[in-house]
């Protein structure tokens, strides 16, 4: 069974420049979660998915980030603009549903804003 | 949400066991105890969950003490691929919201 795939791996941009990062879950899994994993932290959810519907987006700094999950499937994580400190990992993880314990956890993608 | 403390690091030798402790003391009745681990440049892998009574699988064991305030994650021997950082989290069920504290970072020695 293949596992979370990210893209990129790597992203290294300039502050106010727009970046996206894209996640694929595991084939099945309902639920997809976003995380934000700063350096010699753990990770801080940002959003969760419901099949296509974001049933909690409270951590979300909505007027820079934004995530879509269209058809339930693959999402996207865009932030715009980039500022210093959104350098970190950002990780996708999924689950079948809510109520099942084991969330998978795909590479995450390390950005570094300059 | 219920908060848990864990020890910053912890340092073993191969081949023996480890036990990671972790405390729980605001646990409510709901609460399950999961542990993740994240090995270096990797996410985090899910390692075990228990609520009331021990559980073992094939990467480690969880004992859960009686009042539920503390728990401790048994490897039962330690390779130097268990280097890792492991979380101990408290879950709500069906809220699927896994808190991170900052974890425990083991060292292996060979």
């Known amino acids: 069974e293949a596992g979370v795939v990210q893209s990129p791996r790597y992203k290294i941009i300039e502050k106010k420049q727009p970046v996206a990062f894209w996640c694929n879950p595991i084939s099945g899994h309902n639920t997809l979660y976003w995380y934000l994993q700063n350096l010699g932290q753990g990770p801080e959810l940002l959003i969760r998915?419901?099949?296509?519907?974001?049933?909690?987006d409270s951590q979300l700094p909505k007027d820079r980030f934004s995530a879509e999950r269209l058809k339930g499937v693959d999402s996207t994580l865009k932030i715009q603009p980039a500022e210093l400190g959104d350098s970190a990992v950002y990780l996708c993880?999924?689950?079948?549903?809510?109520?099942?314990?084991?969330?998978?956890f795909g590479p995450g993608t390390r950005l570094t804003v300059l | 949400d219920a908060k848990t403390t864990q020890p910053n690091s912890m340092e073993s030798n191969e081949e023996e066991p480890v036990h990671l402790p972790c405390n729980h003391s605001?646990?409510?009745?709901?609460?399950?105890i999961h542990w993740y681990r994240q090995l270096p440049s990797q996410g985090p892998e899910y390692v075990i969950h228990?609520?009331?009574s021990n559980v073992n699988n094939r990467m480690a064991s969880l004992a859960i003490a009686e009042d539920r305030k503390s728990s401790t994650l048994i490897l039962h021997r330690a390779t130097l691929r268990d280097a890792a950082v492991y979380y101990c989290?408290?879950?709500?069920?069906?809220?699927?919201?896994?808190?991170f504290g900052q974890g425990t970072t083991l060292q292996v020695k060979p």
């Open positions: 605001t646990i409510s009745g709901t609460d399950y």
């Open positions: 998915y419901e099949n296509e519907e974001a049933v909690d």
């Open positions: 993880a999924s689950s079948r549903t809510t109520s099942n314990p084991e969330q998978f």
């Open positions: 989290i408290l879950l709500t069920s069906n809220t699927g919201k896994l808190i």
């Open positions: 228990g609520l009331t």
